[in-house]
Nanobody
Framework: QVQLVESGGGLVQAGGSLRLSCAASGRTFSTYAMGWFRQAPGQERQFVASISRSGTNTLYAESVKGRFTISRDNTKNTMYLQMNSLNPEDTARYYC?????????????????WGQGTQVTVSS
């Protein structure tokens, strides 16, 4: 069992930055591929970024490539999402996810565990 808790969301102006964190419980954090997803009202949950167990490999949605950076610190059982050059289209609730299988992942169905999410709102 893995429990995930996101933090770092908030209200920011367009062009600004935020850093999200996902803290995981348990001693097995390094055995999971991790990812960030987001969901805006009335829309499906969509992939944002994922990272392999060691942190060596990353994958990004085209819409965030070059603006967002995913990372993890296995010594702290924590994953991060640095978000720069935010725009109103990035407004959503952001969720972290852990997948027991796979190298990196883009499908929400691949996740075994989810956090409760943190709200990111970007004003124009």
């Amino acid at each position: 069992q893995v429990q995930l808790v996101e933090s770092g969301g908030g209200l920011v102006q367009a062009g600004g930055s935020l850093r999200l964190s996902c803290a995981a419980s348990g001693r097995t954090f390094s055995t999971y591929a991790m990812g960030w997803f987001r969901q805006a009202p009335g829309q499906e949950r969509q992939f944002v970024a994922s990272i392999s167990r060691s942190g060596t490999n990353t994958l990004y949605a085209e819409s965030v490539k070059g603006r967002f950076t995913i990372s993890r610190d296995n010594t702290k059982n924590t994953m991060y999402l640095q978000m720069n050059s935010l725009n109103p289209e990035d407004t959503a609730r952001y969720y972290c996810a852990a997948a027991a299988r796979g190298f990196t992942f883009t499908a929400a169905t691949a996740a075994n565990y989810w956090g409760q999410g943190t709200q990111v709102t970007v004003s124009s």
